[in-house]
Every structure is written in structure tokens, then in C-alpha cells.
């Protein structure tokens, strides 16, 4: 989709190479090696390029929510439109990169996800701090990261590979379905690892959880 619509905004441009604006309809945080867009209305990540070319390696066309929490049994998010309100935003500058922190509101829960680039470094770490309302009764049974529309440049082309399972699980990308669950056989408390691998293209995107 090709918007006509220019909208001046203004760059503001850290000493570490990371950079940061608000647009109509995005707000920007990246560096030499990654760019991520954010849904100025539900603080949702709603693409994620990579490199001089801006190849989209994330794109979440639906405005599914990246971070999801089990109330009682039943997930906020349950695979539909981000209910989450986004709040604001702040950048903390660190020795070795930068870190943007994005609040948002669900019923009275508070959501602050920080992202984290690393200076010239094609590297993103994320995390999420989930608060909830005073006085709240119930069980939080568990939190989950997603990346909804992870891909490389051609599904067709692109392997998924469990590399916390030995020997590693293989799946082509085109394969996988939504809801798909894959057990871990060895998985180890430093860490699990997946990863996204085109070599046509010469494209791989390792991810670690921990």
C-alpha cells in the first residue's frame, strides 16, 4: 500500500546511532541495522525492517498483540486486534545501545515492553513488565512474547528449525499452522533457541527466550 499523504516529523537522533520520530500513523525507533514501527494507538509492533534495503522481516498486518497474559485460564489476546490502549513512550540511552519502552493499558492492567537495539548491531531484545490493577483478585497462569508476522524474504524458501531439540526439529515456514505447538525434548534453563534460515537469500534470524 503507497500512502501520497508527507507527513513532517521530527527525527531525534541519538549520540549511539539510534534514532526515534513520530509519524501519523507510526511511531519510529531504529538504528543502522533495524527499524521498528509502532502502532501509535495500541503501542503494538507492527513491522520490523532490517538493513540499508529495509527488508521487512516483521509484519504484523492484523495489529496482533506481542505481549499476552493468561488471566484464569484464558489469554487476553487469543489471536484477534490488539485490545491494548497505548499510553506513551520513552527512550533510555545505555552504554551500548539504546532502549525504547512503550506503556500501554488493558482494564486497568499496565503493559510497559521495552525493546532494546544494540549500537550497530542487527540485535533486538525484548521484554515486558505486566502490572496489575489495585486491588485485583485471580491467577495469572502465564505470560507469552510473540512475533506475529515473522518471516524472511519467501516463505517457500524458509526453514523453521528448533535448535532446543537434539537432533534439531525442522519445519518448512510455509508449513507451519497457527496454534502449532512444538515440545522441547532438551530444553535448558539458560535458554531456548529457534531459528528462521533463507540460504537462497542468504538470510538467518537465530531467536533466543529465557
Known sequence: MIYALLVAAPLVAQADG???????QAIVFG???LELRFDPA???LRQMLYGPQRLVVLDNAHGLAGCDLNLDG???GLGQASAWRYGNHEVETLTDGAALHVTSTLNGWRLRATYRLRKGSATLQRSAVFTPPEGAKGHV????LILPGLKLRS???TTYTHLSNYPPTHVRFSDLTPGRVVDEQNSSVSGHFVLLSDPKAGLWLPITYY
Open 42 to 44: 495500541t503501542g503494538e
Open 155 to 157: 516463505p517457500a524458501d
Open 141 to 144: 497462569n502465564g505470560v507469552r
Open 74 to 76: 484464558k489469554w487476553v
Open 18 to 24: 539510534t534514532y526515534t520520530r513520530v509519524e501519523a
Open 31 to 33: 538504528n543502522d541495522a
